[in-house]
């Protein structure tokens, strides 16, 4: 009887595990990452190039994806595989990070206020290079 409870219990903490990241092909191009801490770290990541979107509300309250500067980073002309991968931490949005695979360089979320051109002062997330 105690293995049957063992199964049991096995397959229930199996089901209620949360679903974070996509599983993409090896040579695919793009992957959908989620943190475990908050929808809002969501994003798209083009495994290729290294551009990254941030899921975001339009106003009128759909879903989006907004384009996340990535500061530093060389712009590949014609890449012919993958080189970027997320790594988000459940344990803190801080442990978020963007790497170049080929290179090791790796950035990660920072949130800064920049100007509007109309001089109102907005918050945005961009991804700084992480002091290697």
Sequence with gaps: ?????LCAFASH???SAP???TTSPPNGR???IQSALAAKWTFRLDRYTGRVWQMVKTPDDDNTWEEMPVLEQNKTQSPEHPHF????SGLAARHTFLIDT???KTWQPVN???KSSEGT???ITIWQPFVQ
Excluded: A, N, R
């Excluded at 009887?1 to 409870?5: A, C, D, K, Y």
């Excluded at 991968?85 to 988000?88: A, G, T």
């Design 1 to 5: 009887m105690l293995p049957l409870l």
């Design 13 to 15: 903490g199996q089901e």
């Design 19 to 21: 679903h974070q990241k």
């Design 30 to 32: 793009y992957e959908i």
């Design 85 to 88: 991968q997320i790594f988000s």
């Design 102 to 104: 080929d290179t090791g």
């Design 112 to 114: 800064t206020k920049q």
């Design 121 to 123: 002062e907005y918050e």
